[in-house]
C-alpha cells in the first residue's frame, strides 16, 4: 500500500474533520435523520490521515518536510 495510501492530511485538517464529523453524527442524532452517517466519512478519513479525494487533485495540507 505504500504510495496509494500515503499520509496527505495535515494536523489542523484532521481536527476540522473530526469536529465536522462528530457535528454531523450529533446532528443526525438529535433530528433522527441519516445525515448523520455522513459524519462517519470525515472522521475515517481523519483517523488514517489519508483523503482519497486529495488524491485525485493532487492537494495535500501535510507539512512539507526538507530533504537532507
Partial sequence: MGDVMKKNMGSIDRVLRIAIGIALITYGI????????????PILTASV????????????????????
Avoid: A, D, H
Avoid at 30 to 38: A, R, Y
Avoid at 49 to 68: A, Q
Fill in 30 to 41: 438529535m433530528n433522527q435523520s441519516w445525515i448523520g452517517f455522513i459524519g462517519i466519512i
Fill in 49 to 68: 490521515r489519508f483523503c482519497p479525494l486529495y488524491t485525485i487533485f493532487g492537494m495535500s495540507t501535510c507539512k512539507v518536510e526538507p530533504k537532507s
